[in-house]
């Protein structure tokens, strides 16, 4: 089954200490993005990938890393959680093929985090 | 990038037609503009998409006028299964993507 899958689905934490939230895709996409969700703000992309070893930064990046070593994993790293972090993350992935804009992207189940 | 504006919030009643409106005045030639529908702790999902005039699949219809300054997502005779957040997503290649707010859709019986 295509699908992205994320991990963990939930997570409690503190302030400070890094996590890690995975994100893979089996239907060998190109382009991998992570958002952040939150009441009243919709969904903001935090960072994309175009390729293996090529990523930029979204709309929000501060306070977050990201890397992309291999086609289907694009892990959103946060070396020290702030509670302004708290948050509902997504992991999307897309086809790029003639152009990315006319395909669709295919978003995880999310993660919901809480930094305390 | 194109900055899209939609409605907060709609209501309807179960068997009407609901018509949701995006604006997204500064569209450049090559964005093609997408719907997506989303549930409660879910992921976004893909509704519909659409370069210029009128688009129909199984769930829905996507209207868009020869400016393309606007678009319509057209919903059916919604159920209280369609009560969801819908985002206009206008993207056209470039690297970023920034979706909109969306329009809490609710639906009564």
């Known amino acids: 089954e295509a699908q992205v899958t994320q991990n963990p689905r939930y997570l409690i934490t503190v302030t400070g200490k890094k996590l890690t939230v995975t994100c893979s895709q089996n239907?060998?996409?190109?382009?991998m993005s992570w958002y952040r969700q939150d009441p009243g703000l919709g969904l903001r992309q935090i960072y994309y990938?175009?390729?293996?070893?090529?990523?930029d930064k979204g709309d929000v990046p501060e306070g977050y890393k990201v890397s992309r070593k291999e086609k289907r994993n694009f892990p959103l790293i946060l070396e020290s959680p702030s509670p302004n972090q708290t948050s509902l993350y997504f992991c999307?992935?897309?086809?790029?093929?003639?152009?990315?804009?006319?395909?669709?992207?295919?978003f995880g189940p999310g993660t919901r985090l809480t930094v305390l | 990038l194109a900055k899209t504006t939609q409605p907060i919030s709609m209501d309807s009643y179960e068997g009407q037609e609901v018509n949701i409106t995006c604006s997204h005045n500064n569209i450049a030639t090559n964005d093609y503009i997408t719907w997506y529908q989303q549930f409660p702790s879910q992921g976004p999902r893909f509704i519909i998409q659409g370069y210029k005039t009128k688009v129909t699949n199984e769930v829905a219809s996507l209207f868009i006028p020869a400016d393309r300054k606007s678009s319509t997502l057209s919903l059916p005779r919604v159920s209280l299964s369609d009560t969801a957040v819908y985002y206009c997503l206008v993207w056209g290649g470039g690297n970023k993507l920034t979706f909109g707010t969306g329009t809490q859709l609710k639906v009564e019986l």
């Open positions: 999307a992935s897309s086809p790029l093929g003639q152009g990315a804009w006319t395909d669709t992207q295919y």
């Open positions: 239907m060998n996409h190109e382009y």
């Open positions: 990938s175009m390729n293996v070893e090529v990523t």
